[in-house]
């Protein structure tokens, strides 16, 4: 019976204390704030682990559709705040990224006049 409790999708929680059971929000932000702490890290809260998740999804390519919903937000004017606030980190990739870099030297023949 406890097997069957323990993979139980209903039962299945991002953040669970040692037991097993949902952690609340509060045990949550003291978790970060505590493992933070230890590492010398002074500005820590929920909210920024949130926003820090959000910023490497979009440096690294996330697209802000799956982000929306990944958040939670019903509209995206929120997701818009995100990209907005890390603009200068995307420019960055931007030549990564750019579809036009991929005519960039591509040598073509001259025409010939006969």
């Known amino acids: 019976m406890l097997r069957k409790k ?5 039962n299945d929680y991002l953040f669970c204390t040692i ?7 509060a045990g949550l932000a003291r978790a970060i704030q505590n493992y933070n702490r230890k590492r010398g ?3 820590t809260s929920t909210h920024l682990f949130r926003h820090t998740f959000a910023k490497l999804w979009i440096k690294n390519g996330g697209d802000i559709f799956r ?5 939670g937000h019903k509209s995206m004017e929120m997701v818009r705040e995100y990209v907005n606030m890390f603009g200068e980190d995307l420019k960055d990739n931007f030549e990564r990224y750019n ?16």
């Open 6 to 10: 323990l993979f139980s999708r209903e």
């Open 19 to 25: 037991y097993g059971d949902q952690l609340t929000r």
């Open 41 to 43: 890290v002074d500005k």
């Open 67 to 71: 982000l929306q919903k990944i958040l």
């Open 99 to 114: 579809p036009i870099n991929q005519f960039k030297n591509v040598k073509k023949d001259p025409i010939q006049m006969n």
